[in-house]
């Protein structure tokens, strides 16, 4: 699976939009970018991903360079609930496992 | 529709016994992935499984680890004779279809089981 490269840690402040950027220079064509989060002591949980277009679901936003060769993880309006280690991972279409880098510490303040 | 089942969500064992950690998957998925965190690491590969066949076990430990995912019932990852290191939180995913399903292959995971080795 191809690497992609994370901000160690990013902060916030509540109630206002966050932008995590993802590199991933050696990415295929066939690879789509997912984006999960893990909470504290909870196992990751699934937030997003594309393959080629923007993509928008009820938690988040996905803006994909036309390249593809970087992504950014939109959080419209983050709450505290939204700390959490984001990860960006690769993954190719006939791949059959995730490859979790370090990721994203987010930490947000009220 | 329940989420995936990880069972126990905390396990005590001393040093050289048997430790089996469980994980249901969520209803109609066939694919199983396990992996496993140790403190402060990142989540490692361990193995994937579909019904009845391990597809690709290139994370796992070469001695001592053992997973299965039968036609019934949950899958079972098995650590025989457990070492200190060993002690990690292991979370098991589950999808519908692979990542060939054409969707991306989107995992749902549980939420872990901490194992302590004493």
């Known amino acids: 699976d191809a690497k992609t490269t994370q901000p160690n840690s990013m902060e916030s402040n509540e109630e206002e939009p966050v932008h995590l950027p993802c590199n991933h220079s050696t990415i295929s064509g066939t690879d789509y970018i997912h984006w999960y989060r893990q909470l504290p002591s909870q196992g990751p949980e699934y937030v997003i991903h594309?393959?080629?277009s923007n993509v928008n679901n009820r938690m988040a936003s996905l803006a994909i360079a036309e390249d593809r060769k970087s992504s950014t993880l939109i959080l419209h309006r983050a709450t505290l609930r939204d700390a959490a280690v984001y990860y960006c991972i690769l993954r190719g279409e006939y791949g059959n496992k995730l490859v979790f880098g370090a990721g994203t510490i987010l930490r947000v303040k009220s | 529709n329940a989420g995936v089942m990880q069972n126990p969500r905390h396990l005590v064992r001393r040093r050289g016994q048997e430790a089996r950690l469980r994980c249901s998957p969520m209803k109609g998925h066939s694919h199983v992935y396990w992996y496993r965190q140790l403190p402060e690491e990142g989540l490692k590969f361990m193995v994937y499984l579909q019904k009845e066949n391990i597809i690709d076990e290139s994370g796992m430990p070469k001695e001592r680890f053992s997973a299965e995912f039968p036609k019934e019932g949950p899958s079972i990852l098995r650590i025989q004779q457990v070492v200190r290191g060993d002690s990690a939180a292991y979370f098991c995913?589950?999808?519908?279809?692979?990542?060939?399903?054409?969707?991306?292959?989107?995992?749902?995971f549980g939420s872990g089981t901490q194992l302590s080795v004493l």
């Open positions: 995913a589950s999808s519908p279809y692979g990542v060939d399903g054409g969707l991306g292959g989107k995992l749902f």
């Open positions: 594309g393959l080629t």
